[in-house]
């Protein structure tokens, strides 16, 4: 019994002093000998593009310190942008603390026709650059491409293209401050607004607006109404002293629906998004005439009278007597 | 060894026979693929009715009348109905007929009451209001919806008149 337990000791003392951690240090791939760059997308990846607001890239370029600096970028878009697309002349870096830190390299931006650029106005040899690309009117409903390209000092360059990104058909407009009797005609039929609203002296002063109204929204004090939107077919019991402007005639589709937080209409930390394809498959053959008891939070899918618009409307905020909404709207 | 395989076969053989013994029963299943057992019980124990934003439109428990085989909804003043979400709860077993499957149009269930003191209390319908409205069956809306329960053992069927009363505006 000894011998064999005395074998078997030694046995394992020999097996450990064999066994050892490696401690030289490897590189990850290949070792970097030329000019590189990479970009990434850094504004809502699953919201819809809409005209007017932004895309936001991250542009990052790199070259070996002892191959030379950086001396210029620039950026192709498919379609050009409108105007306020540029790029941010500061690299950030994000510090210990998480807090991206903006360093100035380089020279204001320049664009001219699609292509926006800029040159290095200190000796960096890495930076990254934010690419902001303002959604024109000729991009809706199309697809945009970007191609991002960087020049070094010794002459090399590095290219690397970005989408192609679908631009959505829809107009959105936030925020939108409505007072019961006053400021309380909405209207979706304006060119590039989602929503327009018109007051009664609005209606008053020309009075073929009524026409193009296609909701009315009134605050009645009893808990059973509170803040109620009616279309011009809406039954009468259920909107009290409410009055409606002579030649509203929209007997618009409304369908209530509740928590639907629209990550762009909401600004909440949800990630709910209506998109297009959400308005043009909606399914109106039950939708109501009117919508009481609206509560913040909660939202209603329009069709307009005639079809030719659809849009969601979102309920940012309750008070007496006013509620604010925001809406995205879909032309058919 | 010899005493253990001797014992070891005698186990095994009345194992054997206790399991052929103790199978399970029939257990049948109906056209729904579910089990008909032996509750007789027959009846409707909640009904909710939902909007098109999933939140109910109910002021206060549905009445259920199981004698007169009667569901009254009282609904908020502003509810349009005819779009909405129909969910019965049923006695253990039970089974509706017909199938809900989507939304349901409530309008000809809706009853339009003479209202009178002491029928709503606190915002909610009143015993009183309820009784009375089953006590006069011929003042029923013609068309008012009607679901059948089925119980458990599939041999008791109640049909059920399902009634929607609009509460007057608070």
Redesign the interface.
Known sequence: MNIKYKYLFSMLICGLALVSCNNDITLIGDSVTALSNECIKRSLPVAPNIVGSNIEFAYAMAIPKELGTLKSAQVTASIAGAEGTYFNPNSYNTNNAGIDVPVLVAAESTTSGATTSTTFTVDTCAATLRYYYIIPEEARGKEVSFTFSVKASNGQTAEYKMGPYKISKMDMTLNQVLTSGNKCYISFRTDNEALHIYSAADIQANSSLASQIDLVYSYNA????TH?FFAANSPEV?R?NVVFPNGFSNNTKI?????LRDRQLANLNYSQHVDDLDLETMDYT???S?A??MVAE?GLWIETGDGKYRAYVFINKIAANTVTISAKRYAL | MNNMKKYSIKIVLMLICFISMGSCGDSPIDEDGLLITVRNDCYVSNFELL?????TVRVGNSYIDTLQQVVIAYV???T?I??LWPQFSLCTDGKLTPKITG?V?FTPSKMDVAFTDGDWVAGYGSEQLSTRIIADKSAFPKNALKYTVISGNRKVEKEYTVLVVE?P??
């Not at chain 1, 009893?222 to 109404?225: C, E, K, P, R």
């Not at chain 2, 909007?51 to 939140?55: E, G, I, M, R, S």
Request: hydrophobic share 30%; aromatic share 12%; charged share 30%.
């Open positions: 009893s808990a059973d109404l109620g259920y009290p369908l209530k629906v509740y928590g039950n939708a109501e009117f009481v008891k909660a | 909007d098109t934003d999933l939140q908020r003043f502003g349009p005819n779009n939304r149009d509460r505006m608070q």
